[in-house]
């Protein structure tokens, strides 16, 4: 398929001018590339996660580790998509207000949503596709 920039344009769902570093508690869905079920199947009513999502599992929980100013609360990795409440508490925040949260390609903002997600979708392509030899693209842009 090619791209329309008409049918294709995506706006930003992110609110202007907030600050994505604030202490607060967000509500992330994040979607597999095509929304295509790559981390595992429902059957009989039961979620069963592949080897990929575990490991999307594995880094979900890892984002807290390795971030102090990260605590997560509740999370689901679903067969196309991840849902999950990231919380970034207070200290994490930058000291500058109102600055942007959203950086240029190698220019992340420290302690941001953006930055947090983006680690995050990097570390699980990175670990899969050293897992399945592959050099594939996991996620759908944006969260």
């Known amino acids: 398929m090619k ?4 049918r294709d344009q ?4 992110r609110l202007k001018g ?4 604030e202490a ?13 079920c790559l981390f ?17 599992r594995k880094e979900w929980v890892r984002t ?11 999370f689901i990795v679903m067969p196309n998509h991840i849902h999950g409440i990231i919380c970034i508490l207070e200290g994490g925040r930058g000291t500058a207000r109102r600055a942007p949260t959203s950086g240029r390609f190698g220019h992340p903002i420290p302690c941001s ?5 983006g680690a995050f979708k990097s570390a699980c392509t990175r670990r899969i596709n050293e897992m399945e030899k592959t050099t594939g693209v996991l996620w759908q842009r944006n969260y």
């Not at 995506?10 to 769902?13: A, C, E, L, P, V």
């Not at 907030?18 to 570093?21: G, I, N, S, V």
């Not at 595992?40 to 999307?56: Q, S």
């Open 24 to 36: 607060e508690d967000y509500f992330v869905t994040i979607c597999a590339r095509n929304r295509e």
């Open 113 to 117: 949503l953006p930055t947090i997600i």
């Open 18 to 21: 907030y600050d994505y570093r």
């Open 40 to 56: 595992g199947e429902i059957t009989e009513g039961e979620l069963r996660l592949n080897d990929r999502g575990k490991i999307v």
């Open 3 to 6: 791209f329309n920039p008409e």
């Open 10 to 13: 995506r706006r930003s769902i």
């Open 64 to 74: 807290a580790v390795l971030r102090p100013y990260v605590e997560l609360d509740s």
